[in-house]
């Protein structure tokens, strides 16, 4: 008993879906329910791990980052971001490879 609802209750419910859906129909439903939810379990998946790379890569895409200067008056490309991303993605790598 679920919730105040019997065995026989549900069984003449699902009768009632059957005969007005029809078991073609709710096969059709649950199959594209299950991939969907397969689909949807890849989709975040694939967003996790595009999420660890994208750190470097946004890190490179800014022109806008200020150029450094050294001591000499010289100026150098302001690598500093790149740099700090692939540490913090090296790091984290070797977390994830400790782990397994």
């Known amino acids: ?3 105040g609802i019997s065995i026989w209750q549900l069984l003449i419910l699902l009768v009632i879906v059957v005969l007005i859906f029809g078991t073609k129909r ?3 439903l649950g199959g594209d329910l299950g991939s969907a939810l397969k689909d949807f379990r890849g989709a975040m998946k694939d967003s996790e791990a595009d999420k660890d790379d ?3 890569q946004d890190a490179r895409k800014r022109p806008e980052d200020p150029q450094l200067v050294d001591d000499l008056g010289k100026t150098k490309p302001n690598t500093g971001p790149v740099e700090e991303a692939q540490r913090r993605n090296a790091q984290k790598n070797e977390t994830d490879d400790t782990r397994d």
């Open 26 to 28: 709710l096969r059709n």
């Open 1 to 3: 008993m679920i919730g």
């Open 54 to 56: 994208e750190t470097t």
